[in-house]
């Protein structure tokens, strides 16, 4: 379970909107269900009984302060969990948004649930989930409740959790975590201890599921550029649908190069791919890449940092002699 | 109506397969089930339904329309149509196969899409009444019944029992072509089931909604409307919806230059794109609020307006569970029309 | 078009200062190396950009190299510093995607040598031909 | 299968002269590659040129529906099509399709009435087919009024055309204006909107606008003030278009597809559409 209440991250917004510090809050708005919660923006106290705070709340609101520092007034009111704050910095890095402009508050997250893994057991018709201690499911096929420890449901980018530190905030609630050893380029080496054939086999069908339909990279915080590459009818590359198996390569190849040294590894592709495509790989496999050759880095650890991709030494790894030790 | 064991739903399969394509859901790896082709030991998926749905059978999301070869000023165009395979679709749900007379409202109107039309005159579509419902369904909403979907075929699945009820000439044929392998019954076991489905989806948390505030006269009620703006609020501006939804229908053409000729396709589009209206004098739609609406008014009011009332939703939730920020046709339903009143 | 005995088609992207020269001098000091070496002159080779490599292969190429001034010795004074990280990461990624490592390479080759660029592309071809066809990198409609 | 013409499938044109109109303005005369016209159309229609590999774009048909030998376009150089187009030469093989959108309404409407044009800059191209369709039937209009105004007199469109033909033919008034004074132009200066309430006309006519958005607009409000209805002045529309068969979802406007349904509006029925094009 969460260890902050949504009444805390409640009480305080309302009263930084009622002193006029912000005039603006984003946060996560409850849905239909118990699980699909739309990031929204909240204006008044009178809003905010529609927010939410759970095990659901995966949405990174990093790339939305884009949008909405512009139209603040005053300042935007923004919660973060760990992984949120390094976007945050990365995008300040690249000047995305006025700093001066947002009123950030660092909040602790133990990870966050699932859904599929829920319905996984479950199935589909669930009437109620109760996020508590544990997280309790009930369907309109059964009178009983079903109990879930966060842990078991939670969603692949948190099992793998790199930092639970908050690197920006202007307060923090709650407990300060530390970056922890996650274990997060396991899934990358075995990929990568894979034979070439199997490799290809692996990315080819998980590739080819893909429906172009963008989400990874619209929702991605390090893909801010105002007209994507692949949204240029001037450019020769800007494909609609992926074709051809190569298309689909091209996009998801390309896509993680233009945000290799950048991205953060947040999670929140593989969180949105509508066919459950494990996008982070791609980029975890540039991420440990440069790491290996040049050294650790992690992107959004700090404003202002030089990525390794436009950054070089004179001893660098020659492109020939990458492979070294694999097959 | 016809039966079957459904321990022998192989020889079935087998037997349709004989003469046609056959394609069936099936699961994949990640837990969710794909439309793929039957051969030899596919097993058919249990889950509800399919995250792509079957449109892609009639509207492909990339087809080749044409080609040209181009020397030097001259250009000569080659017709590359050919006639489709006759094929079968296994296993398609009531709301998806309400779907395809939204599509057929749009492609075989005048002038009549022959692309379209061609699959569709080769397909014949086997319909499986639903049994499980997911909290995401609403197919009530636009009248769907789920126990009694329409197709060539309806079919239901009990415990042990597959049971085929023909509804066209397309549909007698095949039962035809299952010979012995079926034998005639009654409806009993049906409409049991039917019963029992037809309680649990008066059961779903969605089941109250309704269109009463929608319809083709709606226009100027709801274009202006302030709920656009919070609504629309933090959309990404991707296609999953669109690319996603059974009904959606927009498409791009474009061409592919190969190095020895071009290749004129057509492929998915989405209005929520930011360059699906742009042209080279500006574009009409500029905010991501414009694009949201188009994409809801189209299936609320527009597509309505067009065709007698009809919506261009069917209530079959794949955008309810995909979209990433869990904004959807429901919310917008119930925001711009009252709570429960869609 | 001939398909049967099909030759590897290979693209070289050649810097402009270093290597394009050192394939003249190649030329000139009548130095062979096979015919099906596309040679494109880019500015630097820091001016090739992933999405070139990617487009050769979609185009028909079999096997795609880079050549470049030697480190240190850019035109542009560092330039190639940045191609070199750039390419490890993409054929690293290429590789990781399955896609036989031996069809991408960086070469340095300077004015001067004429003749490593021969050998170079020799050498390549040789190894882009025992791989044969690129499969896995290929689209279908530049193919038939 | 291969029968049934599909409506996407362009017909093979080829440009048999190339007419320097303005800086930025040419027009293209196309036929088959037999020298026929590709085919018949109404004025006011619109058929999609291409050229396989660049791009496809919809534009009006300038020629009039009475000339049978060939089709007309008058193509303003703003985007890929259009700048391809202008690059390239007599014997150019394009691609045709079409026609699309409802015509004006010349047959039924039109007939009887006095009629008053408006044009400004490449607005004349659609006008162009309606203004050379009345003049061949002169006897079933009444009086022809055409204010045509553009930035300078070298952007004005057809000005052979206007001046030999359309301004000496009898019943046929043509007003010219250009936006700024300008060396060796002695007709009137000034914008359309204020020249069309200066010149004053009378309500009994059907009046047709087509030019930029914001001239559409105050032309809109000072035939207004002269008295004109809504239901009196048409216009033509133009939106991002792909297949031309109201199927592809581009130009959708309410529940309209300016494809199909238009580009020929009446302002009255433009009242009934959202506020989007």
């Known amino acids: 379970m969460q260890k902050i209440t949504r009444d805390v991250l409640v009480e305080k917004a309302a009263s930084l909107l009622e002193n006029g510090t912000v005039d603006r809050v984003l946060g996560w708005k409850k849905g239909e269900f118990d699980y699909d919660l739309t990031p929204a923006v909240f204006t008044s106290a009178d809003d905010l009984k529609d927010l939410v705070w759970n095990d659901f709340c995966g949405a990174n609101f990093s790339k939305y302060l884009i949008a909405n520092t512009k139209k603040s007034a005053s300042k935007v009111l923004v919660f973060l969990k760990p992984c949120d704050t390094y976007s945050f910095n990365q995008l300040l890095t690249e000047h995305r948004f006025d700093r001066e402009k947002v009123y950030a508050i660092g909040i602790p997250c133990e990870g966050m649930a699932d859904i599929s893994k829920i319905k996984a057991v479950t199935g589909d018709g669930i009437s109620s989930i109760e996020c508590g201690e544990k997280i309790n499911v009930t369907t309109i096929y059964s009178d009983d409740t079903v109990s879930f420890d966060l842990s078991d449901v939670m969603a692949e980018r948190c099992v793998n959790c790199k930092s639970k530190k908050h690197v920006a905030y202007d307060e923090l609630i709650g407990e300060e975590g530390d970056v922890i050893e996650s274990g997060r380029f396991d899934e990358v080496e075995r990929i990568e201890n894979m034979t070439a054939d199997e490799r290809y086999a692996f990315w080819q069908n998980e590739l080819s599921r893909c429906i172009r339909c963008n989400a990874c990279r619209d929702v991605c915080p390090a893909c801010t550029c105002e007209k994507c590459v692949f949204d240029n009818p001037n450019h020769s590359l800007e494909n609609k649908a992926p074709a051809t198996s190569f298309e689909e390569k091209m996009f998801h190849i390309i896509r993680a190069f233009h945000v290799a040294g950048r991205c953060t590894d947040c999670g929140e592709c593989s969180r949105v791919c509508p066919q459950n495509i494990p996008l982070h790989l791609l980029n975890r496999k540039f991420i440990k890449d440069m790491n290996t050759h040049y050294g650790e880095y992690q992107a959004g650890a700090e404003v202002g940092s030089r990525a390794p991709l436009v950054n070089y030494t004179t001893e660098d790894v020659e492109p020939g002699d990458v492979f070294e030790g694999r097959e | ?342 | ?144 | ?277």
């Not at chain 3, 050649?14 to 070496?37: E, I, K, Q, T």
């Not at chain 3, 390549?124 to 499969?135: D, H, P, R």
């Not at chain 4, 959708?252 to 433009?270: H, I």
Request: with cysteine.
């Open chain 4, 1 to 277: 299968m291969a029968e049934i013409r599909d409506p996407l499938m362009p017909v093979i044109g080829v440009i048999t002269d190339i007419r320097i109109d303005t800086p930025d303005i040419k027009t293209f005369r196309v036929v088959t590659p037999d020298g026929k016209k590709a085919f018949d159309h109404r004025p006011g229609q619109c058929a999609m040129l291409s050229i396989p590999g660049v791009g496809e774009a919809m534009f009006s048909i300038t020629s009039s529906p009475t000339n049978t030998e060939y089709m007309e376009f008058s193509i303003k150089k703003c985007g890929c099509v259009t700048e391809w187009l202008h690059q390239a030469e007599v014997g150019q093989y394009v691609t045709v399709r079409g026609p699309y959108g409802n015509p004006f309404p010349v047959d039924d409407v039109f007939a009887g009435k006095n009629l008053l044009f408006i044009a400004g800059g490449v607005g004349l191209a659609p006008l162009r087919s309606v203004i050379n369709y009345c003049r061949h039937y002169r006897d079933r209009y009444g009086k022809i009024d055409i204010v045509y105004g553009s930035r300078s007199k070298d952007d004005l469109l057809d000005y052979r055309e206007i001046i030999e033909e359309w301004a000496t033919d009898e019943n046929v008034n043509v007003h010219l204006t250009i936006d700024r004074e300008q060396e060796g132009w002695d007709g009137h200066v000034g914008f359309v909107p204020n020249y069309v309430k200066e010149l004053g006309f009378d309500t009994d006519k059907v009046a047709v606008l087509c030019g930029p958005p914001i001239m559409i607009k105050f032309t809109l409000s000072g035939l207004y003030e002269l008295g004109f209805e809504k239901t009196q002045i048409y216009t033509t529309l133009e939106l991002r278009m792909k297949c031309g068969i109201g199927k592809c979802g581009r130009c959708n406007v309410g529940s309209k597809y300016v494809c199909k349904d238009g580009p020929v509006f009446r302002f009255d029925e433009l009242d009934e559409l959202p506020d989007e094009y």
């Open chain 2, 1 to 342: 109506m016809y039966r079957i064991a459904k321990d022998s739903i192989n020889l079935l399969f087998a037997k349709i397969a004989e003469e046609n394509a056959l394609y069936l859901p099936v699961d994949n790896e990640k837990g969710s089930s794909e439309y793929k082709k039957w051969e030899d030991g596919t097993v058919m998926s249990e889950k509800l339904n399919t995250v792509r749905s079957p449109k892609d059978f009639f509207f492909p999301q990339v087809e080749n329309l044409m080609e040209f070869k181009t020397e030097g000023k001259n250009i000569q165009l080659i017709d590359i149509r050919e006639d489709s395979e006759d094929f079968v679709v296994f296993g398609v749900r009531a709301c998806d196969v309400k779907s395809f007379e939204v599509l057929d409202n749009v492609f075989l109107n005048e002038p009549v899409d022959t692309y379209y039309k061609n699959r569709r005159e080769h397909g014949v579509i086997i319909a499986l009444a639903c049994t499980r419902p997911a909290e995401t369904c609403f197919c009530g909403t636009f009248g769907i019944d789920a126990a009694s979907p329409a197709g060539d075929i309806s079919a239901w699945m009990t415990d042990d029992t597959l049971y085929l009820e023909p509804n066209t000439e397309k549909g007698e044929k095949i039962i035809a072509l299952l010979g012995d392998l079926v034998t005639e019954c009654g409806a009993e076991a049906v409409e049991a089931q039917q019963e029992s489905t037809r309680r649990i989806m008066k059961k779903l948390p969605l089941a109250d909604l309704t269109t009463d505030a929608f319809g083709g006269d709606k226009t100027e009620e709801f274009f202006n409307a302030p709920e656009w703006a919070t609504l629309s609020e933090s959309c990404l501006g991707c296609g999953t919806c669109t690319f996603v939804c059974p009904t959606c229908q927009c498409y791009d053409i474009k061409d592919f230059n190969t190095g020895k000729g071009v290749i004129r396709y057509r492929c998915w589009d989405s209005c929520m794109y930011s360059e699906f209206t742009r042209m080279a004098h500006g574009n009409n739609r500029l905010s991501q609020l414009e694009r949201f609406r188009q994409r809801f008014m189209h299936k609320l009011v527009y597509y309505p307006a067009n065709n007698d009332g009809m919506f261009s939703c069917v209530g079959c939730g794949r955008c309810l569970a995909k979209c990433p920020i869990s904004m959807n046709i429901v919310k917008v339903m119930k925001t711009l029309g009252g709570k429960n009143n869609g």
């Open chain 3, 1 to 144: 078009m001939q398909v049967n005995e099909k030759k590897p088609l290979i693209v070289a992207f050649c810097c402009n200062w270093c290597s394009y020269a050192g394939a003249d001098l190649a030329g000139n000091n009548r130095l062979s190396y096979p015919a099906d070496v596309k040679i494109i002159r880019v500015p630097c080779s820091c001016r090739v950009n992933p999405m070139f490599v990617l487009r050769a292969f979609q185009r028909g190429a079999d096997g795609v190299i880079l050549c470049g001034c030697h480190p240190g010795d850019c035109h542009y004074t560092s330039g190639n510093y940045y191609t070199r990280r750039r390419m490890a990461m993409l054929f690293s990624m290429l590789d990781y995607l399955g896609i036989e490592k031996e069809r991408t390479r960086v070469e340095w080759v300077s004015a001067a040598e004429g003749a490593k660029f021969a050998a170079t592309m020799n050498d390549f071809a040789q190894t882009v031909a025992a791989l044969g066809e690129n499969k896995r990198l290929e689209d279908l409609r530049c193919k038939r």
